[in-house]
Nanobody, 124 residues
Framework: QVQLVESGGGLVQTGGSLRLSCAAS????????MGWFRQAPGKEREFVGVIDRSGEITYYADSVKGRFTISRDNGKNTVYLQMNSLKPEDTAVYYCAAKQNFNYYYEDVKYDYWGQGTQVTVSS
């Protein structure tokens, strides 16, 4: 099993920034593909972004492109989601997830492991 633990969520004003972290532990498989998803109240979970094993390839949802950045430190088994210019519509529980390959990276059902989520609230 692989355990993923998110941290860094909180309350921030519109236009502010937060950095989420996702630390992996447990049975290690070499630097998997890591995705970030979010789920707002009453809405389905949606793709936010993904980073490949090397950290060189990232993709983002259109709604966060240019504002959010994903990075990783494989030595620390940690992935980061830097969120800038936050908007009230970014309010959600944010989850990190891991999978072995890059196929269908935008589909949550394709991920094997999930964190417990961290709440991000953006006040207007």
């Amino acid at each position: 099993q692989v355990q993923l633990v998110e941290s860094g969520g909180g309350l921030v004003q519109t236009g502010g920034s937060l950095r989420l972290s996702c630390a992996a532990s447990g049975r290690t498989f070499s630097s998997p593909v890591m995705g970030w998803f979010r789920q707002a109240p009453g809405k389905e979970r949606e793709f936010v972004g993904v980073i490949d094993r090397s950290g060189e390839i990232t993709y983002y949802a259109d709604s966060v492109k240019g504002r959010f950045t994903i990075s990783r430190d494989n030595g620390k088994n940690t992935v980061y989601l830097q969120m800038n210019s936050l908007k009230p519509e970014d309010t959600a529980v944010y989850y990190c997830a891991a999978k072995q390959n890059f196929n269908y990276y935008y589909e949550d059902v394709k991920y094997d492991y999930w964190g417990q989520g961290t709440q991000v609230t953006v006040s207007s």
